[in-house]
């Protein structure tokens, strides 16, 4: 059998320990990244845990994704880019270095981060994921609020789709956008829609489906096509 990998970029808790957790189920190996000891040990304790690597990586860091890039020497199938903060909810009275920070972490980082590893992602059938919101899709913004969040994260599907045109179309990748849905989570809080292992399950089902199909996709964690 084909040995799978997968790197998953902000892994300590939350979605990305859930997809860690997905995927090692899946007998993949999986490239793991956290900032502190203190992230490391939950992964540590997962069932199939050999077949894990942690990096250490903030994805603000051009020293990190250099040094993360370096480390990684195998061929990726997946390169799942789950980092990601809200921030403050009010752009109005927000400092101008804390929305600097979010859009960092959200979308420059993130999209770095890919242009720096893209080359490591398996030509043909390969998949970079972003992790985005349903937040991000300005068709949807009816309600508005977590402006800053919501600026993010559609300039991070932005930079994913710069990312397609460029490496993504040459190396025939399927680059996604992803929804996660509204997860139970530090984030995502306990009064949640779902839980964290319906949504990476059905995010790992997605990928699946679309490795080979090479694009630029906004979807959701249960297939649904999201308008930008
Ligand atoms: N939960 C939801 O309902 C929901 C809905 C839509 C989208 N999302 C998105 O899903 C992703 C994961 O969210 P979550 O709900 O699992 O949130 P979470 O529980 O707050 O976890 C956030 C994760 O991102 C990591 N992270 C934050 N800043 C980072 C940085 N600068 N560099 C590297 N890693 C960093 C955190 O690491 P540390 O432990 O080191 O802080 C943690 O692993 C985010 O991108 C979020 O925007 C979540």
Redesign the pocket.
């Known amino acids: 059998m084909t040995e799978h990998t997968a790197l998953v970029?902000?892994?300590?808790?939350?979605?990305?320990l859930g997809l860690v957790e997905e995927y090692l189920s899946r007998g993949w190996r999986v490239v793991a990244?956290?900032?502190?000891d203190a992230?490391e040990a939950a992964l540590q304790e997962l069932p199939g845990a050999d077949r894990l690597t942690v990096e250490r990586?903030?994805?603000?860091d051009d020293a990190d994704i250099a040094r993360l890039a370096q480390h990684i020497s195998k061929p990726l199938d997946l390169l799942f880019i789950?980092?990601?903060?809200m921030g403050p909810s009010d752009m109005v009275s927000a400092a101008p270095d804390e929305i600097a920070r979010v859009m960092h972490?959200?979308a420059f980082?993130p999209a770095r981060l890919a242009w720096a590893l893209v080359d490591k992602v398996v030509e043909g059938s390969g998949v970079v994921a972003f992790?985005s919101?349903g937040?991000g899709s300005i068709a949807d913004n009816t309600s508005g609020g977590y402006d800053i969040y919501r600026a993010s994260?559609a300039a991070q599907n932005m930079l994913a789709r710069s990312l397609w045109i460029g490496p993504g179309q040459a190396r025939g990748l399927a680059i996604l956008s992803v929804?996660?849905?509204?997860?139970k989570?530090?984030?995502?809080g306990p009064g949640?829609s779902i839980d964290v292992p319906t949504s990476v399950k059905g995010i790992a089902d997605q990928i699946a489906a679309h490795a080979g199909k090479p694009g630029h996709r906004f979807i959701g964690w249960n297939g649904r096509e999201l308008p930008w």
Request: charged share 15%; aromatic share 2%; no cysteine.
């Open positions: 970029v902000g892994a300590s808790r939350g979605l990305g990244t956290v900032r502190d992230g990586a903030d994805v603000a789950n980092a990601g903060v972490v959200n980082g992790m919101t937040m994260k929804n996660p849905g509204w997860v989570t530090d984030m995502g949640a």
